[in-house]
């Protein structure tokens, strides 16, 4: 395991953990699964509570208040592919010894501050220090929501003649950080527009409001029948991901995919494909192929740029990926490559 870098892959996911998940009970109708960003319980009263969660980023190089906002943003991502926004969440910090109280003070009122924002209660956890610890992960948070169930939308949920969208641009998360991350050498390389446009496409990295502008806040949207969270493995490992979640096939015109141009630019400096590098703030949506430009048009009415980048077809077609008018196979990255970027970086001594 010690060779693959970020989250567990299919292969890893099918040896370590599938069909080892404790008591079978009849009421979780969504359990762990690959590709699914959520768990879905049924409730009296025709509600269901969703959980999702998700690593706490910690890091100093960032930015106390970057990393406070990577911790809360991720996982309402997840939470947002349901259609509802979190209400309550968890929180579990294992912190380092050498933060001082005065930097947990900073990352603490910001974690408050960007839950207030997205209406989420903190309902409690755990917080303590441990010696030893470097790690950028602080430790781990859980976020819930109850809601109607029957409204509940889940990545599982792709049917055959869907349009499949795409919110904002590839690799908005992964570019924007090696943009932070190398200010002097981004700097220098690409210019100062660059960079500040990279620090600015940092706080994109939401896509609750994509979401709930796509599946309708107050009034839902029936044409939306899935979303998944772009994160590691980009937004074509995002569309993967629902489709196999889904027992779905797809195809995907790859010359279609949104690429903006600090996303392009940065990648072209660190050698990146964007398609398949960690996007978080890009929502891949699966919805009704005769609804496809209702969607694009409402999602743009809030500044929100929404691209069609294939279909959803039967399972045994399977998912196919389309350039220049060359049908193949779509492959799945099982690394993203945005994690040996950064440290080949730090390696050569980027600033």
Not at 37 to 47: K, R
Not at 56 to 61: N, R, V
Not at 284 to 306: H, M, P, Q, T, Y
């Amino acid at each position: 395991m010690a060779d693959q870098l970020g989250k567990i892959n299919f292969e890893g996911y099918q040896d370590l953990l599938a069909g080892r998940f404790g008591a079978a009970r009849k009421e979780v109708k969504q359990g762990p699964a690959f590709g699914v960003d959520v768990a879905i319980t049924s409730l009296p009263g025709g509600l269901a509570m969703a959980t999702t969660s998700d690593p706490l980023s910690l890091i100093p190089s960032l930015g106390l208040q970057e990393s406070a906002w990577l911790s809360v943003h991720l996982m309402g991502n997840d939470m947002a592919t349901t259609g509802f926004a979190p209400q309550y969440g968890q929180f579990v910090l294992n912190l380092p010894d050498t933060l001082s109280k005065a930097d947990f003070n900073t990352y603490w009122s910001f974690i408050d501050r960007y839950c207030h924002e997205i209406g989420v209660a903190i309902t409690g956890g755990h917080t303590g220090f441990v010696q030893g610890q470097n790690s950028t992960f602080a430790g781990g948070g859980t976020l819930i929501t109850i809601a109607k169930e029957s409204e509940m939308l889940c990545s599982t949920g792709a049917q055959e003649g869907d349009a499949i969208l795409v919110t904002k641009s590839c690799a908005l998360t992964a570019t924007a950080i090696l943009g932070m991350s190398f200010p002097q050498t981004i700097k220098q390389k690409l210019g100062m527009g660059i960079y500040h446009s990279a620090c600015e496409q940092f706080y994109q990295t939401s896509s609750l409001q994509d979401a709930l502008c796509a599946a309708g806040a107050d009034k839902k949207y029936p044409e939306i029948h899935a979303m998944h969270d772009v994160t590691e493995g980009g937004v074509l490992g995002a569309i993967y991901e629902m489709l196999v979640a889904s027992d779905k096939g797809g195809e995907i015109d790859i010359d279609q995919l949104p690429i903006g141009n600090v996303a392009a630019a940065i990648s072209e400096l660190f050698g990146l494909d964007p398609r398949y590098c960690v996007g978080a703030g890009s929502m891949v949506i699966a919805c009704d192929g005769n609804k496809s430009e209702d969607v694009i048009k409402r999602l743009a009415e809030i500044n929100i740029l929404c691209t069609q980048v294939g279909r959803v077809t039967e399972s045994i077609a399977g998912i196919q990926s389309q350039k220049s008018g060359i049908t193949s196979p779509l492959v799945y990255m099982e690394t993203d490559p945005y994690w040996a970027a950064y440290f080949d970086a730090l390696k050569a001594g980027w600033k």
